[in-house]
């Protein structure tokens, strides 16, 4: 009840008090723990040595003062973040239960039982192009996503970024998706897309260079847009 009637900045917030961040970086750390435990148990082909010996940064850091034990939640998240994005890449990825999660989220997204529709579709599309076989190829996303691989906010619009970027074997494709379907569609993103395309064939000459545009139904003024460019 103190949290009625009183300004925010009169108020300690729950995860900043000492004893509630102790029990959540205590649980991040077991977590962390228990993914590197498993992902050698299964002799994954990944090389376990720099998140082993960032476990032992970790364990033995100064948790005393409640600024430490802040930073150190943000480096367990990003820790598992890093572990979970490369056990995912070159592991999980290409099983078929994790492929078929993939599709099942498609689904999800296009029946509109998805309430972060827009950020899955981001997301679930750079995992299943991360997903695909046929040799080596690199995907790097632009948004920002959770330590459990869940979205957490789009590509940042600032300094023209798509989406996200493959590259492989001297070219880059670049993928953009959209739930749009209709005008809105072309005013939003028929001149936004053609431009990160651009930026990469300017920078790129080397290598050839492809995007490619990702929604349910392509509005009409946006094929004659990507067809003129």
Not at 46 to 71: G, P, R, S, Y
Not at 74 to 97: A, C, M, P, Q, V
Not at 144 to 172: H, Q, S, V, W
Request: hydrophobic share 40%; with cysteine.
């Amino acid at each position: 009840m103190e949290w009625y009637g009183n300004p925010p900045y009169n108020l300690e917030l729950p995860w900043e008090n000492i004893d509630n961040l102790q029990f959540i970086v205590d649980n991040k750390l077991d977590l962390y723990r228990d993914k590197i435990n498993k992902a050698n148990q299964e002799e994954l082909e990944l090389i376990l040595a720099e998140h082993l010996e960032q476990l032992n940064k970790l364990n033995v850091l100064d948790i005393t003062e409640k600024e430490n034990l802040m930073k150190l939640d943000r480096d367990i998240s990003d820790s598992l973040l890093s572990l979970n994005e490369e056990l995912f890449i070159r592991h999980y990825s290409k099983t078929d239960e994790e492929r078929n999660e993939i599709i099942e989220k498609f689904e999800d997204i296009l029946a509109g039982n998805e309430d972060m529709a827009a950020l899955w579709l981001e997301c679930n599309t750079w995992k299943s192009l991360v997903a695909i076989d046929g040799g080596e190829h690199h995907v790097k996303r632009n948004f920002k996503i959770e330590d459990d691989l869940t979205p957490r906010a789009f590509a940042p619009g600032r300094g023209n970024t798509p989406d996200m970027e493959l590259y492989k074997n001297g070219y880059i494709l670049i993928p953009e998706v959209s739930l749009m379907t209709g005008v809105r569609q072309w005013e939003h993103e028929g001149s936004s897309v053609i431009d990160h395309v651009y930026k990469f064939i300017e920078k790129n000459e080397d290598k050839q260079v492809l995007g490619i545009f990702i929604s349910s139904r392509m509005n009409v003024r946006t094929i004659w847009q990507f067809f003129l460019y």
